[in-house]
C-alpha cells in the first residue's frame, strides 16, 4: 500500500557550544492510509521532537539536519508556513493532544471553538457556510459517539467528562477530512475503562474512513491493542520497527526488551528500567542504549546505525543481529 506519510533519514539537531547535536538522527518511517502505527519509547526519546518535525513546529535552536518528511509525496519540511498553517496542519493533519481537561478553552463553547477549526481549515468553498460548519460538528459528534450531539455543541468543556472531552478532541481533529492523524499519548489522562472505550475509537475510525493514525505512546499494552505496526524510539533513533505482532510476540532490541517485560501487566512489582534516559550532549558513542544495557559488548561502542532484518516486516538495529543467524539467536534470547 503506497504511503500516506513517510520519513526518510530525518535528522534535527540543536547547536550546544558551538556543536551540532542531533536530537532525532536518521529516523526513517511510513505510515499508510487505514494503518495505526505505534511510535514508542521512554519520556525523552525523542517521539514529541519528531511530531514537532512532522508539523513543522520545531522550537527555537532546532533546525532540520537532513532528511524529509512527505505527506502524500510532498516535502512538508520544504512548505512556508503560510501553506503549513492554511493547509496542513488542522487541514491535511489533525491532531489530538495529550490531556483532555486542558486543551479546550473553558470560556467558549465547544461548538464554536470547533466551528473557528471549521473556518479556518475546513473546504475552502464551505469555510464561510456556519451552518454547514454546525451539521458536520454535530454529524463528527454523533460519530464519536458523543451522547445527546445537537445539546453538546451548545455545552462548556466544564460540562464533560475527560472522555468525552477526549471524543469532542478526536471529533475536532476529524472535523476538516484530514488524511493523518497524530494522536500524542491521547489516552494517559484517562481511566482504565475509558482508554478502552478511545482506543476502540481511533480502531474504528481509521478503518472506516482510511484515516493513517500516528499513535504516539509510552505503553507498549496501548500499541498492542491498536496498532498494525510500531517504531521504537530510544535517544532520538529507532532502534526496532515492525507489524505488531512480530516486534511483541519477539521484542529483539534489548530496549524493547525492557519494555516488554516491565509492562505493569506482566510485572507484579513495578520497576524501570536501571539508569536514565541519555540526553543531548551526552550521548555515548556508538549505540545509545549502551550504559543501561544488560547486553553490550565492547563492540557496542563504536557501532554505527545499522539495521538488520530478523523477520517479515520486522528489523532491528543492534549489534546482536550483526552475526550470523546462528549466533544472533543464541546472544539474543
Not at 12 to 37: E, R, T
Amino acid at each position: 500500500m503506497a504511503s500516506l506519510l513517510q520519513l526518510d533519514d530525518l535528522s534535527v539537531g540543536v547547536q550546544v557550544n558551538g556543536q551540532s547535536i542531533k536530537l532525532i538522527d536518521h529516523v526513517c518511517f511510513s505510515v499508510a492510509p487505514g494503518q495505526i502505527l505505534g511510535l514508542v519509547g521512554e519520556s525523552g526519546c525523542g517521539k514529541s521532537t519528531v511530531v514537532k518535525s512532522i508539523l513543522n513546529i520545531l522550537g527555537r535552536g532546532l533546525r532540520f539536519e537532513g532528511g524529509a518528511i512527505q505527506l502524500e509525496g510532498k516535502d512538508l519540511t520544504t512548505m512556508s508556513e503560510a501553506e503549513l498553517s492554511r493547509d496542513v496542519r488542522g487541514g491535511r493533519i489533525g491532531f489530538v493532544p495529550q490531556d483532555p481537561m486542558l486543551a479546550l478553552n473553558p470560556t467558549f463553547r465547544v461548538g464554536t471553538q470547533l466551528l473557528e477549526i471549521w473556518k479556518r481549515h475546513g473546504p475552502a468553498h464551505l469555510r464561510r457556510d456556519t451552518k454547514t460548519g454546525r451539521q458536520s460538528i454535530i454529524d463528527l459528534f454523533r460519530d464519536v459517539q458523543l451522547p445527546e450531539p445537537e445539546e453538546a455543541y451548545r455545552k462548556y468543556p466544564h460540562e464533560f467528562s475527560g472522555g468525552q472531552r477526549q471524543r469532542i478532541l478526536i471529533a475536532a481533529a476529524l472535523l476538516c477530512g484530514p488524511k493523518l492523524i497524530i494522536a500524542d499519548e491521547a489516552t494517559t489522562a484517562l481511566d482504565v475503562t475509558i482508554q478502552h472505550q478511545i482506543l476502540g475509537l481511533l480502531k474504528k475510525l481509521a478503518k472506516e474512513r482510511k484515516v493513517g493514525i500516528l499513535l504516539v505512546t509510552h505503553d507498549l499494552g496501548v500499541v498492542n491493542a491498536i496498532c498494525d505496526s510500531a517504531v521504537v524510539m530510544y535517544a532520538g533513533q529507532v532502534v526496532e520497527s515492525g507489524n505488531v505482532d512480530s516486534l511483541l510476540g519477539s521484542p529483539a532490541h534489548p530496549y524493547t526488551q525492557a519494555l516488554f517485560e516491565r509492562h505493569p501487566d506482566r510485572e507484579a512489582q513495578l520497576s524501570g528500567i536501571p539508569g536514565l534516559v541519555a540526553q543531548p550532549g551526552s550521548f555515548p558513542t556508538g549505540c545509545r542504549f549502551r550504559p543501561r544495557c544488560s547486553k553490550a559488548q565492547d563492540g557496542c561502542a563504536t557501532r554505527s546505525q545499522h539495521f538488520q532484518p530478523i523477520a517479515a516486516d520486522h528489523s532491528v538495529n543492534c549489534i546482536l543481529y550483526d552475526v550470523d543467524e546462528e549466533h544472533s539467536h543464541a546472544f539474543a534470547g
